[in-house]
């Protein structure tokens, strides 16, 4: 075969694998440059203000809801319950960030309580209708109050994403209501484990 060819061959297969792109190791979202990274500024459920630099060190789970939610609320915090579980002794470097969309009602005493039902690596967190309203438009979520029934009660439909950072603060991966214990586990733990950047 001419040289000539073999360079134009060679160039060719340089040039496909190039192409070739390795697969995802993620089975969630994947956000990286696409949302931005931690930051806020809210009361947590001890009544302390704290920032999203409060958290520099732990892969924070951020989740928007409020305590008299009738369903996905408590859902989704079983399920991330049984997810800090499967991680074992690596959930310790894990916080779930529960954002009260319902600050009215949402004291940091009634946080503390709810949070504290399913487990210590869960915080609850709250602050002015101003200042969660900045943090909710941050992320894109989306919440409004239901209509008051007779004794005053209402729902609030709310968003139902769970945004994933990385140690550093970085935005990284989405989650949604339909994602399962198994692919939460797999991502944080090649979140956890992942070399420093």
Known sequence: MPRR??????ALALLLAGCSHAPS???LTDVRGY?????????NDLGQPVTGASYRGKVALLYFGYT???DVCP???????????????????VRV??????????????????????????IGLTGTPDAIARVAKRYRVAYSY?????????????????FIFDKQGRARLLATESSSV????????LLLTEPKA
């Open 35 to 43: 949302l931005p990274n931690l930051r806020f500024h809210l009361t």
């Open 5 to 10: 060819l073999l360079i134009l061959f060679a």
């Open 68 to 70: 008299h939610c009738p």
């Open 182 to 189: 198994a692919q939460l586990t797999h991502d944080l733990h």
């Open 97 to 122: 960030l529960f954002v009260s969309v319902d600050p009215k009602r949402d004291t940091p005493a009634l946080l503390h309580a709810y949070t504290s039902a399913f487990g210590p690596h869960i």
């Open 75 to 93: 859902t989704t915090l079983a399920h991330l319950t049984v997810v800090l579980q499967n991680l074992g002794p690596l959930a310790q470097h």
């Open 25 to 27: 190791p993620w089975l």
């Open 146 to 162: 239901g209509k008051p029934d007779a004794s005053g009660n209402y729902v609030v439909n709310h968003s139902a994403a769970i």
